[in-house]
């Protein structure tokens, strides 16, 4: 089961990656995160933890980062993995970034029917709620120039 979510942002690729990179001030942008942090840099590998406002603290990896280009995020369930991806594509118009939020394994489809939807209600404020940030951040770096 998967869910995607999609925004066009105008800022660059840079700004917004170091939003993402920035995972213990998530919350500042993200309403689904009341709380985040890694163990270590944001590469491969690395592991930390997320939790929603409503929720408790979930453990995560980060299976895959690739520069400014993406990163997927992973957790577990019973009997199943969720997989969070985050890719940043850059358009005419600006930066198109795309979450991608997928339930695998036996428990799967029955995770993505409860806790997906939910996840998926939510997309569009994360979405927005970087996109602010993004353009704010390009705003006050083009203002002092």
Do not use: C
Request: hydrophobic fraction near 35%; charge should be positive.
């Amino acid at each position: 089961m998967q869910y995607e979510e999609r925004i066009i942002i105008k800022a660059s690729v840079e700004r917004i990656w170091k939003l993402y990179a920035d995972v213990e001030n998530w919350a500042k942008w993200d309403p689904d995160t009341k709380a985040s942090a890694m163990d270590g840099k944001f590469e491969t590998g690395t592991t930390g933890w997320h939790q929603s406002p409503t929720g408790p603290r979930t453990p995560l990896r980060l299976a895959s980062v690739v520069v400014n280009e993406s990163f997927l995020v992973e957790t577990r369930s019973p009997l199943s993995k969720i997989q969070y991806d985050h890719q940043l594509v850059e358009r005419e118009d600006g930066v198109e970034v795309i979450h991608t939020l997928t339930f695998l394994g036996l428990l799967g489809p029955l995770w993505g029917r409860t806790i997906g939807k939910i996840i998926q209600r939510g997309m569009p404020q994360t979405l927005g709620g970087l996109k602010k940030k993004a353009e704010q951040a390009e705003k006050a770096k083009k203002s002092k120039k």
